[in-house]
């Protein structure tokens, strides 16, 4: 049997349930959300706001309407970086982010002359909190933090980093692609200002689905307009979210499948999951510091990180062991740079870049035994 290990770019498999909710609407239903008076129509709508409450739920909004739908995290990001910052606004953030905060910042800098600067952080992902709090000081109007880091796999202290900027009166955007769903959020207890996710990594559903928080009384530009199935006189967006921020018809069958998979992960309990994932990321860690010439990198404390381990063979090309592993062990993980280009260089890893094992909620200690073995045999060959 293959084993997938690539979880951190998207989960598999998916539970049965996500795809029979899929098949359901696009068999029975098929109609657009908000846009009709019919039956089938309206209940199209229901389908959507019970995902939003479903969401709202697991993810700690006080009320359904602050979740966004949108396509994924690099969608939310982008809608949250786009609509809140102005020309000459100053915005912190930190060493690990991933390409979907990154490059939208990068293109801010040049087109809006906003200006970026990094928290200091250790190798591990242990973020400086006391030089944030003195860089705070130069007029910074947002700090946007990946809430886990997709390579090193450490996990962001949202809490601290939140109460910090807040003491200043700066927002938080937290980028939960990687958390959402694999570690508990609340995103109204830690006072999250913008909370981004995706819906096809840890929340178990469809690709193409994924969501933004705002919290209450956060107004954005929007990134896109249109129509929005009400109010359509007006030649402006409403003014009340989520209808403001939707505009265009929905991924309706994507939807359908995030909410079976919402109700499946509270059925399980994102805590369970998160045990679960320790408990192997454990096994795992373990299994790596028996392998010949193997560093892995991020906190060795499994309560410290997600399950994600990037790791380097000395000598070896990250590429061709995980080329190997899938050919010669049918062992599937990915190598390269994860789209986290200054995590790598963070590492020391750059430009290269690193084998990725990411684990899921259906993962087991049989797939972590495998690689484990496979990864010896890789080392003790020559290449
Ligand atoms: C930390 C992080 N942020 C953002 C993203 C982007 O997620 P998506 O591709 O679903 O937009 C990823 C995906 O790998 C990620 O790991």
């Known amino acids: ?24 609407y696009m068999t029975h239903n098929g109609a657009s959300p908000g846009r009709g008076n019919y039956a089938r129509a309206m209940d199209a709508d229901k389908l959507v706001y019970e995902t939003r409450k479903a969401l709202s ?11 966004i739908f949108t396509c994924n995290a690099t969608e939310s990001i982008n809608m949250a970086l786009k609509g809140y910052l102005r020309p000459g606004d100053r915005v912190l953030t930190t060493g690990y982010e991933h390409n979907a905060v990154a490059r939208p910042l990068k293109k801010l800098e040049t087109e809006r002359g906003i200006r970026v600067e990094l928290i200091p ?15 705070l000081d130069g007029g910074t109007r947002l700090v946007a933090a990946a809430h886990g880091s997709n390579v090193i796999g450490c996990i962001t202290p949202l809490g601290e980093v939140v109460g910090t900027a807040h003491e200043r009166g700066v927002p938080v955007l937290a980028d939960a692609a990687q958390t959402a769903g694999a570690y508990p959020i609340d995103a109204a207890a830690l006072q999250i200002d913008m909370l981004a996710f995706t819906g096809h990594k840890g929340l178990l559903g469809p690709t193409g689905t994924g969501g933004l928080y705002l919290r209450e009384g956060v107004v954005l530009s929007t990134l896109k307009e249109g129509g929005t199935g009400g109010m359509s006189l007006s030649p402006f967006p409403p003014d009340d979210p989520p209808d403001r921020y939707e505009a265009g018809t929905m991924n309706v069958a994507g939807i359908a499948g995030l909410r079976a998979a919402v109700s499946y992960l509270m059925g399980v309990g994102v805590d369970a999951v998160r045990r679960h994932e320790v408990e192997l990321t454990g096994i795992l860690l373990d299994g ?3 392998v010949p010439g193997l560093t892995y990198y991020g906190p060795r404390d499994t309560e410290d990180r997600l ?6 063979i000395e000598g070896r090309d990250p590429h061709k062991v995980s080329m190997s592993l899938d050919r010669d062990y049918g062992i599937m993980v990915r190598s390269g740079l994860h789209c986290a280009p200054s995590a790598h260089r963070l590492l ?3 430009p290269v870049g690193a084998v990725r094992a990411s684990l899921g909620y259906f993962s087991d200690r049989e797939d972590v035994e495998r690689l484990v073995r496979a990864l010896k045999e890789i080392s003790s060959r020559g290449e």
């Open 1 to 24: 049997m293959p084993i997938y290990l690539d979880n951190g770019a998207t989960s598999y498999p998916k539970p049965d349930e996500v795809c029979g909710a899929m098949i359901e």
């Open 57 to 67: 739920k697991l993810l700690g909004a006080p009320r359904p309407g602050q979740i």
């Open 121 to 135: 952080c250790a190798p591990d992902g242990t973020l400086d909190l006391s030089a944030m709090r003195s860089l």
């Open 288 to 290: 790596l510091d028996s």
């Open 307 to 312: 399950g994600l381990v990037s790791f380097n």
């Open 348 to 350: 020391g890893t750059a």
